[in-house]
């Protein structure tokens, strides 16, 4: 069993859609949440981050962890074109490495 | 504005050569990470440096080498390149004092053994 299972999509969406990526993870002592994005041609970005479990807002994104069912979501709200991309879930626990998840992609249509 | 560069966008390469993949980045980061990504795989860990002349193997090793002789520059080097190692790879960079590690990353190199 992979330690951070991600569907891969692709997943397409209207503008002005709310999405919503998820992971599952397998690992108890993950502590840190990260959602990566990944644009064509380029190297992932860090989108957001959250310690343990809860919500985290920033705009129009809101990442949320429910660490009881190992449970990792990402909800985009008023979807845009520029938000298409690749969207990487990373947890990690408290040392150097993090797991990335496959990756979702995400097309936006205009 | 933090930079990670990686020295060729695309490369094509024959079985069996030596192959070189070069990484700098100027934000006076720590650590620096080489990782390959194959779809439906996700990201993969090859090494992980933490310092000048220090490294720590990852998932992937077999194969690879790495050398940080500089703290901006760390090389990926393929001992004997075979078609399974044709590949994206990304390098990284992080801030040691990050508690979430947030990784700096490359454009990436794509590597085609033939």
Known sequence: ?110 | DVKVTQSSRYLVKRTGEKVFLECVQDMDHENMFWYRQDPGLGLRLIYFSYDVKMKEKGDIPEGYSVSREKKERFSLILESASTNQTSMYLCASSPRTSSYNEQFFGPGTRLTVL
């Open chain 1, 1 to 110: 069993q992979k330690e951070v299972e991600q569907d891969p999509g692709p997943l397409s969406v209207p503008e002005g859609a709310i999405v919503s990526l998820n992971c599952t993870y397998s690992n108890s002592a993950f502590q840190y949440f990260m959602w990566y994005r990944q644009y064509s041609r380029k190297g992932p970005e860090l989108l957001m981050y959250t310690y343990s479990s809860g919500n985290k807002e920033d705009g129009r994104f809101t990442a949320q962890v429910d660490k009881s069912s190992k449970y990792i979501s990402l909800f985009i709200r008023d979807s845009q074109p520029s938000d298409s991309a690749t969207y990487l879930c990373a947890p990690r626990t408290g040392g150097f490495k993090t797991i990335f998840g496959a990756g979702t992609r995400l097309f936006v249509k205009a």
